[in-house]
């Protein structure tokens, strides 16, 4: 499973965990991804989905090439 909104493309991001006494250690922040109508979405997208009319999403994809 890819760590990518298949509409927006949100990815995951690099950082750093810091404690308390400033010791840094790598850490991923991972997107809030779940399977929606067969495709991996974000949270946002996926409140964007269901504000929209249902032609609404297909067209603004079409448009965008995917």
């Known amino acids: 499973m890819s760590l990518t ?22 850490r991923i922040f991972k ?14 997208c996926i409140k964007k989905s269901k504000n929209q009319p249902a032609g609404k999403e297909q067209d603004k994809n079409e448009r965008q090439g995917m």
């Open 5 to 26: 909104c298949d509409s927006c493309g949100k990815g995951y991001q690099r950082g750093h965990s810091v404690s308390h006494a400033k010791n840094r250690h790598l």
């Open 31 to 44: 997107p809030n991804l779940h399977r929606h109508l067969g495709r991996l979405l974000c949270t946002r």
